[in-house]
């Protein structure tokens, strides 16, 4: 089994008295820099533009300041923009007033392991990728827990790259979950994999494809949007909570012999063979290669994908429920 790093691992004084810059105030940028003041590491905010992050960050207890004014005296440089704005941030704001041989500190490998960014050779580079999204991983951190992550070390010039990565991973929680030592690469693969084969992609289209056929048939929208929507959060949490075993353990016979037949004839060997492809396409640079051309013709697929998604029935429809959903929720 792999080791798992936890607290007991992972020491806070090696970055204690380090000045650490958190560019972007985004899904990640806002957690980890909420989490690492709360952990009483010495945090400050860099952004480029006086806009809506900054007066988020403003409006949170910092005081964010411009990117180029951030970087000159931190000694841990932390990179929570979008993926593809890390390689511009990087070249005009970071690079030139960087002090030498700070710390290039990632949440993701992509930049690197594609060679986008290339790090100077005095540098410490690595990575604390939490396995979660940036508000969960603040709210799991308020309450006392965290997300698991991952850290990776690409470049040790101090030879306490990766003590200094677990006591960042402590310093936003992620310690107190689990923390797995791994490689960008592996990181990269995987969490690509991971959010377009399931996570986002698969999941999105199987409850899309699920609710649609149903409608197509003449069912209820609302019939089926508790059916093939809704009640997923709930199969999924019992997996969180007790694996796969619980979960099957908790629905009816029926459920587990129509589950256990019907779910192979729909994910069959043919998907498997897909889900190849697509981490073969991550694996040869293919996906990053469109990624980085659609990001430079302004998004038209996601923009376009996001809209159609929004102005689908089952949104219509969820949104209607959404409030008597939440009624029900336990009140924790
Ligand atoms: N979203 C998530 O939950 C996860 C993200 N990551 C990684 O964390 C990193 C940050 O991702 P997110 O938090 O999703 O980013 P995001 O999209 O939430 O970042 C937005 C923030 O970046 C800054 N920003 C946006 N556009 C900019 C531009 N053109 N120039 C300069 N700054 C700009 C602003 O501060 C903005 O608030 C990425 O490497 C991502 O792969 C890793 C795990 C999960
Ligand atoms: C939330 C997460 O870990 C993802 C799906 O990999 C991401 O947002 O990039
Ligand atoms: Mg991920
Ligand atoms: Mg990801």
């Known amino acids: 089994m792999s080791k798992i790093f936890t607290d007991k691992d992972a020491n806070l004084d090696v970055i204690k008295d380090k000045k650490i810059a958190v560019l972007g105030y985004g899904s990640q940028g806002r957690a980890w820099a909420q989490n690492l003041k709360d952990s009483g590491l010495n945090v ?6 006086e806009g809506k992050s900054w007066e988020l960050a403003k409006n949170e207890g910092f005081t964010p300041m411009h990117t180029k004014d951030a970087v000159r005296d931190a000694d841990i440089i ?19 007033y960087m002090k030498k041989g700070a710390d290039l500190v990632f949440a993701h490998g992509f930049n690197i392991h594609y060679g986008l960014i290339q790090p100077p050779n005095d540098s410490d580079v690595y990575m604390i990728a939490p396995k979660g999204p940036g508000p969960t ?4 951190y308020k309450a006392g827990g965290g997300v698991p992550a991952l850290v990776a070390v690409h470049q040790d010039v101090s030879g306490k790259a990766l003590q200094k990565a677990l006591a960042i991973a402590r310093g936003i929680g992620a310690t107190r979950a689990g923390v797995i030592h791994t490689t960008f690469k592996e990181e990269t693969e995987t969490d690509l994999f991971g959010e377009q084969v399931i996570l986002v992609g698969g999941i999105m289209e199987l409850m899309k494809a699920a609710f649609e056929t149903l409608v197509e048939e003449g069912y209820q929208p609302e019939v089926a949007y508790f059916e093939t929507i809704n009640e997923l959060k709930m199969l999924v949490d019992l997996v969180y909570e007790k694996g796969i075993t619980g979960m099957l353990k ?5 459920a587990k012999y129509g589950g256990l037949t019907v779910g192979k004839f729909i994910i069959n060997q043919d998907v498997r063979n897909r889900m190849k492809e697509a981490l073969q396409r991550i694996k040869s640079g293919k996906f990053a290669e469109e990624w980085i051309e659609e990001y430079g013709k302004g998004m038209p697929t996601v923009i376009n994908g996001l809209s159609q998604i929004q102005n689908s029935l089952e ?8 409030d008597l959903i939440q009624k029900g929720k336990p009140k924790s």
Request: glycine residues 4%; neutral net charge.
């Open 44 to 49: 400050i905010i860099g952004l480029e533009r």
């Open 78 to 96: 932390i990179f929570l923009v979008p993926d593809m704005v890390q390689r511009t941030l990087w070249l005009e704001s970071v690079k030139p």
């Open 137 to 140: 991983v603040r709210e799991y």
């Open 250 to 254: 908790a629905v009816s016979d029926t």
């Open 315 to 322: 949104e219509k429809i969820g949104a209607q429920l959404r």
